[in-house]
């Protein structure tokens, strides 16, 4: 994922959401392994057949046992790695997947190319020059301006969070670097992320706002190690476009320890390339429902990673997670009710492009989708089922909850954001639900080099693609009239 | 610390000492914090006059209470950071050095420069060209010698572990890149790394015999970061010389799997630079024995670090816990019977060059010196007390075992190796001890980027600097001869 605004509200639903349950939730035993067919509460027969009731339990109980999930993982980070959005990476891993999801069945196949604003890493490099010299480890953030070559040198203006940025006067930073070194901190939800993210997103523009010529962060991630999480920034209009990167967290403490020995100057250049227009693709593919092909339940992921790992986690996870339920899904005897469609989305990473591309080419058919969801929070082990529909559609879910309650996933509320490719399916009015995922460690790994596939539990994957695959047959045999 | 196969042996010889009792030391409690004097047992009343046991545990106690040890640390990473081995930044820790051990009190603070062969890293890259095409992170290993610009590309050659490659008849890998994708094993004793950094030092010597134009190997790490520890290698005479480096773990793990996909081919490019003759410095400083000041009690650890990091942990918690013990010494009202020297040795990374010289510079006089120390196992917390002394010595130290077994330090056997700086010293014929630390997670930051200040647990040097200063003390004022 990488949009932290849409996972950050997300994320503050969940917590407004568990209430006290939170204290609970940390308590959690060991997540049982369901085996045996739930009994459907009387309210919940109403919505859906007994036949198809089975069918999901036993998907689920298959996924259980053992998926295509991390094989699927494997494949795309060997055999294609990291795949930015717009480079010819991104388009291997998209015939990866026509590839990929041919062999497992799906029909309807395809590549839909749409156009986006190209950006490519290139030389980068910082270090202190006053008081002490020392070299500092930094990620360009997307987007990014290039500094001149040769870089900007200049003395710091060190703010501990965005706010204290925003509380400095207009002018104040004239000639200087800013930055904030705002560490974020780590939340089941993501919420943690979601609050540091907002310098990733606005820091560039306010610290331009007051004077600055360049804009550093702390990475908006939760580890120690010696990189800085990358990911997309953003510029205003009416600002001056200054060049921006992370930092990595040993050295943004390092820089507040240097600012107390005296005045801090920093150099850094940057040298990224903006090769204007370029194109990116989604991957489209179907299971053809059997009574409503036109309605979509649509599972979805994205295809771009970010360059330094190989996008093991964000979102090969979401990749194989998806993948491995749509293959299982194919090879049953029966095909669903209604429609199934895959949708692995091109350049995520740079603002949804791709599912904004994708919104806006079937906008006039968006009206017949039945519920939209995306997986992209990495593999951790799911916790909360959510929906974004009707009120009075809410009882149609019953049986959904009680098939993943084996699984250890609680009833959430109504208020889910999905993965962040949702958002324009949101905004044009598609319900959504929401598999919520343990993101604790997620920020660890997330947009850093060390996003790599050994990081990645295939039976914690099993275990989302267990509630994704009972899930989404429900979703599409189920008897419910979701939007208001 | 540098040279795996002192700490190797040393960490074998804790093995078979421990015996049955490792076990035991994985269900260990919380270490009991030391606050009441002991009571010496009969046997050590002969070695030691109870007004020198009273201020060894007060110094025991007084450092479980807060020493210097962080500060040190702090103040070394963040005034000179990153400080390989005969560069200028050595130089200025040296200096660092100078400025500290005067402040705290110690005489005679000098520096001793030597020569030694200079080496400092340049551009380095490697990426696979086939079957399928990715970045790799690579580390240049020390005193290797430059690719030709561009680098080479070659055929790979995979081997599972060093053994694999002596295994290989000679001239099967002409031509090829060799790697060797041994992980290292977690143990508390350094063991694990001991085993595998031996590809580090004879990996590229091993390769070239059998005809590899590179070598290329698995980090000797723990970790999974995406970044590749770094040290020092080894050529022989009688063999060809070729570029060498190493892989981060995930990287390593890449390899594996693009291998089982088709002949794997890379193209690594390092362009290190080899200065010739350099200077590095030993910094000495004394606290003068009151009765017998040639006698010298040395208390030691290295200043140089690698280039990654800052040195936070290697052997900048060393620093850190003998300079506080030095300075805790140097405040007392009381002088040592003794002298205690502190030797804070440059250029140990290149292989324990500064201890070499200073054994070379003082031979004529090392049949004085009563007993050597090194601390470099970085922050973990110190668990076994060795010796490496006549047999007949052995009962004399009772009262050492005594103070330390409230820091939770067991016993240990008569081979201590100590730090590998002390290496020179034992072929000198000098007396050692060691005090052992858990370095279980050590070699998860170990000459890596990530070796930085965040990573060094305050309350964990002042439980090293309590056994430390203690012993110190003891060996100080103790009555023995430990010389065969």
Known sequence: MGVGILRFAGALGVILMLGAGVCGMAQAQPLPQAQSQPQPQPQAQASIDAADLAIAAKLRDQALRGTDAFAL???????????????????????????????????????????????????????????????????????SVPTPAGGIEAEVAL?????????????????????????????????????AVRARRSGAIEAARRGAVGFL???????????????AMAYADDVRKIPAAALA?????????LAKRGPLRIRFETRPTLPGTVTSQNVIADIVGSERPNEYVILSAHLDSWDGGTGALDDGAGIGITGAVAGMIAALPTRPKRSIRVI????????????????????????????????????????????RVAESALPAFDPVRALLRPLGIIPGDNLATSGPDMTPFREAGVPLYGIEQDMTDYFDLH???????????????????AAWAATTWLLANMEAALRP
Chains 1, 2 share one sequence.
């Open 73 to 143: 993982v494997e494949s795309l980070t060997t055999e294609v790695g990291a795949r930015v959005a717009g480079t010819d990476a991104e388009a291997r891993a998209a015939q990866w997947a026509v590839r990929e999801l041919t062999r497992l069945g799906l029909a309807n196949v395809r590549v839909e190319t749409f156009e986006m604003q190209g950006w490519v890493r290139g030389p980068e490099r910082a270090q202190t020059t006053a008081p002490f010299a020392h070299e500092l480890v930094i990620s360009t953030l997307g987007y």
């Open 159 to 195: 703010f501990d969070s965005l706010e204290e940025l925003i509380a400095a006067p207009l002018g104040s930073l004239d000639g200087k670097i800013a930055v904030v070194t705002y560490a974020a901190v780590k939340t089941m939800t993501g919420a943690g992320y979601g609050y």
């Open 217 to 231: 962060m702390r990475a908006a991630g939760t580890h120690s190690n010696r990189y800085a999480n990358t990911g």
């Open 249 to 257: 967290p040993p050295d943004a403490a390092l820089l507040q320890r």
């Open 344 to 387: 692995f989305f091109g350049a995520e990473e740079f603002g949804l492009i791709g599912a904004r591309a994708y919104v806006a080419r079937h906008r006039a058919r968006l009206g017949e989708y039945f519920i939209g969801n995306q997986a992209d929070a990495g593999d951790g082990r799911p916790y909360a089922f959510r929906t």
């Open 447 to 465: 947009h850093t080099p060390s996003d790599t596939l050994d990081k990645v539990s295939a039976s914690n994957l099993d275990q989302n693609a």
